[in-house]
């Protein structure tokens, strides 16, 4: 009596629990796995129960051997996949699945049980293939127990009560299951503690129960109170059913009903009751796919159509399955949309499913309709006056063709028809069918129109991409075409530099020797004159440099050797060289300087460049009768050069462009046609390179201040043991 009580307890929770875990959701994974197993603990306990009885008992034991290898298994990668549903099988965890399924194949043959011992109470025979069974089963038990307490250890919250609840309900299944199950019949031949063993499943059942309610493992425990307030439901049903019917019984026709045969028949009543809309959706279905019945609910058709307006913009996805959803619902034998040819695509069939038809009889039909006025069409219903193109459509299968257009005849430009075969019942089209149809064709063109606005736009951005890749390949070919010759340029200019260099440093000696005397004395005439070329030829020098050092600039040459300099050497040996120059030209330059200057590291040769730079621009551009003044100030942080004139000035819009290489203001291009825009280039890039900052203020018609400031600190000259 114990052992049948203890098995109907535990089919009905592992039943119970099962169903309703796998009715949840029965496309997860983890749902799938435990319905499994409460499906296989049920027949665990089942074939446990009949193995205790003296007929086929050899069988019911190797059943209970195998549902035990194939639960285990189970129980292993239901709790590998809780909470972790994407995580892959390692090889040995995918090697685990085929050796259960090879001992499960050898649970009856007589490699693991022989056949049953003799005696009052015969006890299998083991055999070789028992190990396996053992192995595989204290195995996967342990690896469950194992990968439960790691789960435990690093989650944390609601999941570690989960963890912990399914720890202590397959404990016993861990502990107890295999001596009861296997050690106790198959090494001392006793069988009387089997029937405990549907215990542990219930017991484990029990906790996944009460995990569901405690802690919603599976996420199901609505769907469980629903189910459990309806079953009470029916039982209320059942007994109020049988109350009146067997009190009517005996109260009318004084007939008695066993109290049994009340319990049965309301129970039956109860069920049937239970199961009436399920059969009754079974056979609505059977009977619809059978006879093509052609009831549909409008509004569903109507909320499914709308879903997919409002969930795609590519037109071909959207007409497709609009024609898989208007074929389904209305069955019809085929459903497809003839679309125009647009700027971005051109005639195309879209539907659920291709027929003969082609876009030449979607051109011929157009053609046939040139003389109707409606929207709708149905082939049989054309007057004679239609002949032609009834005959058309019905050659074509067309049942039915409605025009996609925005107004309310085909007259108005359209966007294509909506085509439809006959219905699969034989059955015509009804009114109903019509206007829920010029309803559909209505929205349908809506959500045409957004689609194909969403056509353009992305044709629109694919061919602003394809012109925007050529042009930046053209740009690119154009680009290495003018670094190449840039390069050419460079090569020119450096070439030019060093072949001009040679004579003007001959030219220059000879005049110097000739101004100190060694060709004998000058008269005041001659010596004029001479400064004049010898300043020229300085100048020329100098520019020649610029040439040089705008070319290694470009290659990346540029060097910087920075020794001690006095800036005030540096800028009286320019002043020396240019007060000819100015007083040719009647400006009055001036040198302001105090007596002593902190030396600072700089490369003097470049350095020289840049003070004559912006002396001699200051001369030129000062007409005659102003001032240059020429100025060098320290303070406790850095040394500052400075030029003033009071010449043409900058323009203020020309001012941001001054020092970038080749360019030169209109008004200094008007003053000095000869320039060649490269000194205030070549002055920044000396000075930035050296760590300086450019001094730059101007006001057109007043005149310019142009210098540079360096840091003391950074430019320190070092000391004679630093040197060392």
Known sequence: MLANVILVVSVLISVFTGVFVYARNPKHIVNKLFASLALLLTLFSLANYLSLSASNKLFYIRSVMLLATLSVATLYYLIFFLHNETKKLSSMQ??????????????????????????????????????????????????????????????????????????????????????????????????????????????????????????????????????????????????????????????????????????????????????????????????????????????????????????????????????????????????????????????????????????????????????????????????????????????????????????????????????????????A????????????????????????????????????????????RKLRKTNEKLQGLDATKDEFITMASHQLRTPLTAVKGYLSMVLEGDAGKLNANQRRLLEQSYTSAQRMVYLIADLLNLSRLGTGKFVIESTPTNLIDVVQTEMDQLEQTAASREVHLTFEHPEVLTEIMLDETKIHQVVMNFIDNAIYYTPPGGRVVVSLTETPGSVVYAVHDTGIGVPRREQRHLFTKFYRAENARQARPDGTGLGLFMAKKVVAAQGGAIIFESEEGKGSTFGFRFNKRTHQVPSAKEQA
């Not at 049942?399 to 996609?404: K, Q």
Request: aromatic share 10%; glycine share 6%; proline share 3%.
């Open 94 to 427: 995918r090697f685990g699945i085929g050796y259960s399924l090879f001992v499960a194949g050898l649970c009856f043959t007589p490699l693991v049980f022989t056949g049953l011992s003799s005696g009052p109470n015969p006890s299998p025979i083991p055999n070789v293939g028992a190990v396996l069974f053992f192995v595989q089963l204290v195995t996967f038990l342990a690896n469950s127990f194992t990968l439960l307490i790691k789960r435990i250890k690093s989650s944390r919250g609601v999941q570690r009560q989960q963890y912990a609840s399914i720890l202590v309900g397959i404990t016993p299944m861990f502990l107890l299951s295999p001596i009861t199950g296997f050690v106790l019949p198959v090494v001392y031949q006793n069988t009387s503690l089997i029937f405990l063993s549907p215990v542990y499943a219930a017991f484990f059942v029990s906790l996944i129960g009460y995990t569901i309610i405690k802690h919603h493992l599976f996420d199901i425990r609505f769907f469980v109170v629903r189910s459990v307030a309806y079953i009470a439901t029916l039982a209320v049903l059942a007994a109020g059913f049988g109350l009146i019917v067997f009190g009517s019984l005996h109260f009318f026709i004084d007939v008695d009903v066993g109290l049994g045969a009340q319990i049965y028949i309301s129970v039956a009543t109860a069920l049937a009751a239970l199961v009436f809309s399920s059969l009754k959706s079974f056979f609505d279905r059977i009977s619809n796919n059978l006879f093509y019945r052609d009831a549909y609910d409008s509004q569903t058709l109507l909320d499914d159509l709308n879903n997919l307006f409002v969930k795609h913009t590519d037109l071909e996805r959207l007409l497709k399955q609009s024609a898989t959803v208007l074929e389904q619902s209305m069955k019809v034998q085929f459903c497809l949309f003839g679309m125009r040819k647009t700027a971005q695509a051109p005639e195309r069939l879209i539907g659920s499913r291709l027929t003969n038809l082609g876009v030449e009889d979607i051109e011929a039909i157009e053609k046939a309709l040139a003389g109707s006025q409606r929207k709708l069409i149905i082939t049989d219903e054309l007057d004679s006056n239609h002949e032609a193109l009834q005959a058309l459509l019905r050659s074509q299968g067309i049942a039915l063709l409605c025009h996609l257009s925005p107004g309310m005849t085909q007259k108005t430009a359209s966007f294509g028809y909506l085509i439809m075969g006959a219905r699969r019942s034989g059955n």
């Open 429 to 472: 089209f009804t009114t109903k069918d019509t206007r829920i149809l010029e309803v559909i064709a209505n929205q349908l063109v809506i959500a045409i129109e957004s689609s194909m606005r969403f056509e353009q736009i992305q044709h629109f951005n694919e061919t602003l991409q394809v012109s925007v890749n050529e042009a930046t």
